[in-house]
């Protein structure tokens, strides 16, 4: 559409020269009309002519636009361009100054490095020198060390053997001692094991001890389930084990005329009597006890 405004410019441009007189002189003689007007032929239609000189002013002042439009867009085209080199020298000058930062900071590291360097070596050189004199410090200190650990150790060794030698005499003499005392302690333990034995014996030849026997015995009967296959004249030795709270903590049968049956009813009915009763003279109590279960027929 523009290319075709372009290049039919004058043409458009005569039909809107005639369009607009047309208009003009129509709105003229609208306004001039009488109010009664009487019939009359219409009035001639007035051509405009559009000169040369008009057209090649158009056309100028066309090219004219055409030329600023020209200039704006070299004229941008070169503020463009100027940016882009002010913006390049821009970076370069950052490039430049970042290279040169990076060589001052590498020519000061390997000055660092240098003086690192120098300062280790003259401290390698004071610490072998202080190494050396440490060294011989040392090797006179370890020979007296070794003079004195030699002089000492003979000593030691003449009184490691006076103390072997009074060791081995008060051995003698403890050992002798231990004897006498275990001969002694044997002689009193053996004393009160017969002591013990004979009150033992004492108490269960007392009619405390079978008293005690006979309530045991009796509340084991008490407890006890006779089995059908029982018969009359049972007698069973029976073995119990006690804690001071009278407590069964086990049970066995050492002889019996009874079957198995009778044997686990005796054993079950001591288990249910438990705790059995206590002796009436707490001197009278062991640990194990060893009575007769006879039930009654």
Not at 20 to 41: D, F, N, Q
Not at 100 to 117: I, L, N, P, V
Not at 209 to 230: C, S
Request: glycine share 2%; net charge neutral.
């Amino acid at each position: 559409m523009l290319e075709f405004a372009r290049e039919h410019a004058l043409s458009l441009l005569v039909a809107a020269l005639l369009h607009a007189t047309l208009l003009t002189l129509l709105v003229t003689g609208l306004s001039r009309r009488p109010e009664a007007p009487a019939p009359a032929a219409p009035p001639p239609v007035q051509a405009v002519a559009i000169s040369e000189s008009d057209l090649r002013a158009a056309e100028q002042r066309r090219a004219d636009a055409r030329e600023a439009e020209l200039r704006r867009q070299r004229e941008a085209e070169l503020e463009r361009q100027r940016e882009e080199e002010a913006r390049r020298q821009a970076e370069l000058r950052e490039q430049r100054e970042r290279a040169e930062a990076q060589q001052r900071a590498e020519a000061e590291r390997r000055a660092r490095e240098e003086q690192e360097a120098e300062r280790a070596r003259q401290a390698e050189e004071a610490r072998k020198a202080e190494a050396a004199r440490k060294a011989e410090e040392a090797r006179q200190a370890e020979e007296a060390r070794k003079a004195e650990a030699a002089r000492k150790a003979e000593e030691a060794r003449k009184a490691e053997e006076a103390r072997k030698a009074e060791e081995a005499r008060r051995a003698e003499e403890a050992r002798r001692a231990a004897e006498q005392r275990a001969r002694e302690e044997m002689q009193r333990q053996l004393a009160m094991e017969v002591e013990e034995e004979q009150r033992r014996l004492a108490l269960q030849a007392s009619g405390e001890y079978a008293a005690w026997l006979g309530a045991i015995q009796a509340k084991v009967a008490r407890n006890w389930n006779r089995p059908p296959a029982a018969r009359p004249g049972i007698a069973c030795e029976v073995r119990v084990s006690l804690i001071p709270g009278m407590q069964v903590v086990n049970a066995e049968i050492l002889s019996c005329n009874g079957g198995e049956a009778v044997r686990r009813s005796i054993l079950a009915a001591v288990e249910r009597a438990s705790p059995l009763p206590r002796p009436s003279d707490p001197a009278l109590f062991e640990r194990s006890i060893v009575f007769v279960f006879k039930p009654e027929d």
